[in-house]
């Protein structure tokens, strides 16, 4: 039986997470959230050091030392369930700088692909790299976007614990450290369906994905 994959990328606060998760509930496939693996790793590094030093040689040993597993998409660091604690400033502020290590990636990479692997359905991933590196003979990829504004505006009705031109600020800065980054860029895969959503709901967001899914499906 055929195991069908869809691959969804895109910038911080396109959407991807929570499309894929209605993509993925709409079809009955899985979801692997790859983010929530990076908030893993940075929960694990503040939570241990005062100070964020992803570069450095110890907290490299400490990074590929970590159990990080996903069981029915949550996430368990050293056996324990932190998908609770994966959000917040100090994860928000650090992870940026902790996604572009390469060891980092290649350690969320083989995480990834051993989820990717036990799946006997389907599966919806989301996140960066997936149709360029982890997933790339997805059946599916999907480039999910919209302009900083857009993306400023939803974070802020999010958390209003920043203004939002705090928040355009910070959008249009990991925009850019995200493009330039050495190791895993942010780029629109060879073959991907871009979507802009800047004036799509969630749902025709979601929908969209799922009409392209079925236009895909057809042919197999």
């Known amino acids: 039986m055929k195991v069908y994959?869809?691959?969804?990328?895109?910038?911080?606060?396109?959407?991807?997470s929570s499309a894929s998760d209605l993509v993925a509930k709409k079809l009955g496939f899985s979801h692997l959230i790859s983010g929530n693996l990076y908030r893993a790793v940075t929960y694990a590094l503040v939570?241990?050091?005062?100070?964020?030093l992803p570069g450095s040689e110890e907290q490299k040993r400490f990074v590929l030392g970590?159990?990080?597993e996903v069981r029915n998409n949550r996430v368990f660091l050293n056996k324990e369930d932190i998908s609770d604690h994966l959000r917040g400033e100090e994860i928000d502020r650090n992870i940026a700088s902790i996604a572009k290590e390469k060891y980092v990636r290649e350690k969320v990479s083989?995480?990834?692909k051993l989820a990717?692997?036990?799946e006997r359905k389907g599966i919806v991933v989301d996140g960066r790299d997936i149709a360029?590196?982890?997933?790339?003979?997805?059946?599916?990829?999907?480039?999910l976007t919209a302009s900083p504004e857009t993306r400023a505006k939803r974070r802020h009705?999010?958390?209003?614990?920043?203004?939002?031109?705090?928040?355009l600020e910070s959008m249009i800065k990991r925009d850019h450290a995200?493009?330039?980054?050495?190791?895993?860029p942010l780029v629109a895969a060879e073959g991907s369906i871009t979507i802009e959503n800047d004036h799509m709901t969630l749902e025709e967001t979601a929908d969209e994905i799922v009409k392209l899914f079925k236009r895909v499906e057809s042919f197999n």
């Open 66 to 68: 970590l159990d990080i």
């Open 5 to 16: 994959k869809i691959a969804i990328d895109g910038p911080a606060a396109s959407g991807k």
């Open 116 to 118: 990717i692997s036990l």
């Open 110 to 112: 083989t995480i990834q």
């Open 178 to 184: 995200d493009r330039t980054r050495e190791h895993g």
């Open 157 to 167: 009705r999010e958390s209003k614990s920043e203004s939002y031109e705090e928040l």
């Open 132 to 143: 360029t590196k982890i997933m790339p003979e997805a059946d599916l990829k999907i480039f």
């Open 47 to 52: 939570r241990h050091f005062e100070e964020v």
